[in-house]
């Protein structure tokens, strides 16, 4: 390969985990942008790279999307991986998305463990390589079992097991992996509390190798009174050559919110012990390369010295040496040495954990130490094997705990709390008693005020989900102090393969509105460095106001709030974002026209959190996100302008994630609920077609094609395709077109219905959830003549003067205003239309309220003001770095030539 014609660099740092140094008292405010760091990540044209820049220290597989150019790539074509060397790569292929002709739009591959990928890999047509150790799916009427070809795991078809055995070679190492929990009455301490336990209802075998094997396990939580709740999936991954099994865990709440408050949920599994106690071994690591490490018997610090290699050994958690090596006085006096059966690691909150540890159940609890951000990663065994595990994101979705118990007995127990029973229970009550807002009118009266849109009965967690990533490797000696680390940021960091920036370009995916980082100009440089600093700034609001927990992490706020110095958590729809107004487009486009990791990493987290967290899984709003709020799932909006597939389809293309793609299926259909919940029920006064639904073509339309589009690639099943274009059709042969506002909708034949033209409405939200970018697509993707005039008559005329508009539409139209969000519909129009004089009013629109003029920079705030030292940019809110940044990027890409 030729470095010279392939290497483009992205200019922009790997910080993983992103943050920004939190400023001072000493600190000088903040001026200006913070710009790229000195560190600098290659991108490769037409190779694969690592996306934080180095290769992992320790490869556990991985999996990773690849997209096409339309015709390149056929059914049946097989792939291969090569490496800058060009050796192969043992590769597994499978098909995610299609063009409309029947080519391959989208690729997953799977590479197993230490792979030697290097800084760049290729993917070539050619037969691909087998693994020396393939992974292998076994299956009987009890049970799956999947080989690794290091490591064996016994999945049961019933019970409460989720792993029956884990096997190193022919030798059993643990078992019994399983669900716990515990639940209460009320959220009182004094409460009766209640244990429950997983149990499988299927079992279902979704890849058999020869890289990457999947296991999917369904099942729900049964309670000691034998009430069934949390129904939850399970994904066991195993990788060529590996010994770890990689879980992921996702639940749904079906809870009363007012009976049924969790007190904890955990993985707990056991370890058959071999070893002498003295050679018994217990590992959790901390903070960065922070690790405890001691034995369940130590035999250093004591009054008499047993020897130098004795202690050497299991410091390093070696097999010491026989008894007979030690010094006898000693060796002749263990007994007398406590035996430490139990360590809990608890960490409540973002900043903060301790280590506790007893000899036994019935005696006090000894303090062994604290730290600030525990890992999540520990090891249960011995010289002769144990397990080593970890959980991904542990501090970030605290309250968390890790358990280890009996550790002196021949069989000893860990639980990895993924929420701690030694935190308060989970309340997820809704948050105030309505504040006598009983009818619609008092209702929106009340939105006036806190911005929150509030219905009895409508802030219900009942259907949110979340999702856990857990790492279980069998080991056939205690992991050595480095070894531990290395697995570590393989916990912290998942190892991620991405294509680079002008790959994606070319392919042409995602409609293909963005342009590589250009600096080439004094105006150019002033945008890009806006882009560049915002996605920097949000990543270091993330760690500095402690935008973490388990229900939030992943998520970012709405508006900020002056006088405070602090982001409006507590004021109605002004508190968590949601994903209102599309801040996952702008972080995901953001990545990739520029490969940077923070963008990817923010874009990630957002996407794992909203797919679960505020869209309902489950109950009478199944289908429905729900609107900005103190409470994730407060607000009365349900609305599918939030579970929209517009913003999770780039995660499922990029990294192939099954949770993600189970989503993208849940909302395919999601128009449904459009006959449960009117989305206008407070303002509208009348239904135009009485037993239809409504269907507004912005939110509603933008949603629901994108929502058909996903279904459509990812399946090839034409009657998406057509519901498209009957949809298409319908909006583009309306007089109005888009300014027609709205359609009836039957949801039995999903099918929109014409009201009567009362001429030419608009909103300002009709375009900023997706609609810009989904039309886009469809008109890349579909030749609908109709539809495309009704668009960019749209485009033309939204932002335009009150002549054109009262010369078109026989009216001035108002509302129109998010002008710099719709600058780029403008620009969508002069690029298709060639319209020179159209390109540079949509450059006037996008520098409407001189945004870039203004002290766009942060300053510091510290104590007594706050209540930590911040940087602070009073004058951005989401909405603003949302819509400006898609408007940005996109004006770039399509009228650049006019700035």
Not at 338 to 359: H, S
Not at 546 to 551: N, R
Request: proline share 5%; charged share 20%.
């Amino acid at each position: 390969m030729d470095r010279r014609e392939f290497i483009i660099r992205s200019g922009v740092a790997a910080s993983v985990p992103f943050s920004l140094t939190a400023c001072s008292a000493s600190t000088k405010p903040a001026s200006g942008m913070p710009l790229q760091s000195s560190k600098k990540i290659e991108r490769i044209k037409g190779a694969l790279n690592w996306l934080d820049g180095d290769e992992p220290g320790e490869l556990k597989g991985t999996t990773f999307g690849y997209p096409w150019k339309q015709g390149t790539l056929r059914k049946g074509e097989p792939l291969s991986l090569v490496n800058e060397k060009g050796e192969q790569i043992p590769l597994q292929t499978w098909v995610t998305a299609f063009w409309p002709d029947g080519s391959i739009k989208w690729t997953a591959h799977a590479i197993p463990t230490s792979a030697e990928v290097g800084r760049a890999a290729k993917i070539i047509k050619s037969a691909p390589k087998i693994p020396k150790t393939p992974v292998k799916v076994s299956e009987n009427a009890n049970a799956v079992t999947l080989s690794t070809g290091i490591a064996q795991f016994e999945i049961p078809k019933q019970g409460t097991h989720i792993v029956s055995k884990l096997m190193r070679g022919n030798k059993l190492v643990g078992q019994n992996a399983h669900l716990v929990g515990l639940v209460k009455s009320s959220p009182d301490f004094d409460a009766v509390t209640t244990q429950f336990s997983s149990k499988i209802q299927s079992v279902t075998v979704e890849q058999t190798g020869p890289v990457r094997a999947v296991i999917k396990v369904e099942g729900v939580h049964a309670r000691e009174n034998s009430k069934q709740w949390l129904p939850f999936t399970i994904r066991l991954y195993g990788y060529a050559g590996s010994d770890a099994l990689h879980i992921t865990h996702s639940f749904v709440f079906d809870g009363d919110v007012n009976n049924d408050f969790i007190q904890g949920l955990g993985l707990r599994f056991s370890v058959l012990q071999n070893d002498a106690l003295y050679d018994r071994h217990l590992r959790l690591v901390g903070e960065e390369e922070g690790l405890w490490a001691e034995a369940v018997k130590g035999i250093t610090g004591l009054r008499r010295d047993p020897g130098q290699a004795v202690k050497d050994a299991q410091i390093a958690g070696r097999k010491t040496p026989p008894l007979s090596e030690w010094d006898e006085r000693v060796s002749s006096r263990l007994q007398y040495i406590p035996v430490w059966n139990d360590v809990t690691l608890t960490q409540i909150g973002a900043n903060g954990f301790e280590i506790k540890k007893r000899t036994k159940a019935g005696h006090g609890w000894i303090g062994v130490d604290q730290g600030k951000r525990s890992s999540g990663v520990g090891y249960l065994g011995g010289c002769s094997g144990g397990i080593a595990f970890g959980m991904r994101d542990f501090w970030q979705l605290h309250p968390v705990q890790i358990d280890i118990r009996d550790a002196g007995e021949a069989i000893s127990h860990a639980t990895i709390w993924f929420y701690s029973p030694e935190a308060p229970a989970m309340d997820v009550r809704f948050y105030h008693d309505g504040m006598g807002q009983e009818t619609y009118e008092e209702q929106l009266d009340a939105l006036n005020i806190i911005y929150e849109d509030y219905e009895p009965g409508f802030g219900d967690a009942y259907g949110i989900a979340r999702t856990t990533e857990f790492t279980l490797s069998v080991k056939q000696s205690t992991p050595s102090r480095d070894e531990m680390i290395n697995m570590t940021e393989q916990v912290r960091h998942p190892a991620r393969l991405v294509a680079a920036p002008s790959d994606y370009l070319e392919a042409k995916v995602f409609g293909g509105v963005w342009s590589l980082p250009d600096r080439s100009t004094p105006a150019r440089k002033q945008i890009e460095d806006r882009l560049a600093w915002q996605v920097q700034y949000y990543a270091g609001q993330v760690d500095q106001r402690h935008w973490y927990g388990f229900w939030n992490y992943g998520d970012i706020m709405h508006t900020y709030d002056v006088d405070r110095h602090v982001w409006r958590y507590d004021i109605g729809g002004y508190a968590w974002d949601n994903s209102e107004l599309s801040p996952d487009l702008w972080l995901w486009y953001s990545f990739l026209r520029s490969g940077d990791p923070t963008s990817f990493h923010l874009a990630e987290r957002m996407t794992r959190h909203n797919r679960d967290v505020d869209i309902y899984h489950a109950g009478r709003f199944k289908g429905l996100g729900t609107r900005h709020n103190v409470q994730h799932w407060g607000c009365s909006a349900k609305q599918m302008r939030i579970s929209t597939a517009a913003y999770r389809r780039f995660h499922y293309y990029i990294t192939g994630d099954d949770r993600t793609g189970d989503v993208l299926n849940e909302v395919a259909n999601a128009d449904a609920a459009l006959a449960v919940v009117n989305p206008t029920r407070k303002v509208d006064k009348t239904n135009p077609i009485p037993g239809l639904a409504k269907m507004g073509v912005g939110t509603d339309w933008g949603s629901t094609a994108a929502n058909w589009l996903t279904a459509w690639e990812r399946s090839g099943d034409e009657q998406y395709k057509k519901k498209l274009v009957n949809a298409m059709r319908v909006i583009g042969s309306h007089p109005q077109g888009f300014f027609a506002g709205a359609f009836g909708y039957n949801t039995q034949t999903q099918q929109l219905v014409p009201y009567e033209d009362t001429g030419p409405s608009l909103s300002h939200l009709s375009s900023v959830f997706g609609l810009i970018e989904i039309s886009t697509e469809l008109l890349q993707l579909l030749d609908v003549p109709e539809y495309k005039q009704a668009w960019l008559k749209y485009g033309r005329l939204y932002s335009a003067p009150t002549s054109e508009q009262v010369a078109v539409l026989g009216k001035r139209m108002k509302g129109n205003n998010l002008t710099v969000a719709h600058s780029r519909l403008t620009a969508f129009v002069a690029a298709q239309e060639n319209d020179a004089s159209l390109a540079k009013r949509a450059w006037r629109e996008f520098m409407n309220s001189n945004p870039l003029r203004k002290n766009t920079g942060t300053d510091c705030v510290t104590g007594p003001q706050t209540l930590n030292a911040v940087e602070e940019a009073a004058w951005l809110s989401t909405n603003d770095a949302s819509q400006w940044g898609l408007a940005a990027i996109q004006n770039l890409a399509l009228i650049k030539h006019a700035l």
